[in-house]
């Protein structure tokens, strides 16, 4: 199987707007590109979980869609095959960056990692999350960008 050529920045900009579950929380692709990716979502109270912060299940997420993005940059449509997170302190803030990193890019795996920040009212950023993803490349392209 060849390689696919990764995605840019409006490709995924493409795929995140139509990814249903990402439009409802508000996901947004900022950056992307060369093995990274960064996704921002803003603080909404709905998201919170009993404690009054951010639910775990939003965390995961974040750091998820910010792994797959990055791998998908340099190789195109992937899938999850294993995902951790490690919650570092309670994430509560105006708005949320998860950060992600291609770590490896093989041709049958791709592991990546992604931080959570929190940003306060200055913009100021406190590491929330870390989370890990072993990925595995499609080969396809993705149904979300050509409309097949």
């Known amino acids: 199987m060849s390689v696919p050529h990764g995605f840019d920045l409006p490709a995924l900009e493409a795929v995140n707007a139509s990814a249903a579950f ?10 992307a590109g060369k093995g990274e990716a960064t996704i921002r979502m803003n603080w909404r109270d709905e998201l919170t979980q009993y404690s009054g912060h951010l639910h775990a299940g939003l965390i995961a997420a974040l750091l998820d869609t910010a792994c797959g993005f990055a791998a998908a940059t340099l190789v195109g449509a ?4 294993h995902f951790s997170m490690s919650c570092l302190r309670p994430a509560i803030g105006r708005s949320f960056l998860a950060k ?22 200055q913009d100021a950023l406190t590491l929330v999350a870390t989370g890990e993803t072993v990925l595995v490349p ?7 960008i050509d409309g097949s």
Do not use: C
């Open 22 to 31: 990402n439009r409802a929380a508000g996901f947004d692709v900022v950056a």
């Open 78 to 81: 992937v899938t999850a095959s």
């Open 100 to 121: 992600g990193t291609t770590l490896r890019a093989g041709r049958r795996q791709v592991f990546a990692r992604a931080e959570l920040f929190a940003a306060d009212e």
């Open 138 to 144: 499609t080969g396809e392209p993705s149904r979300k």
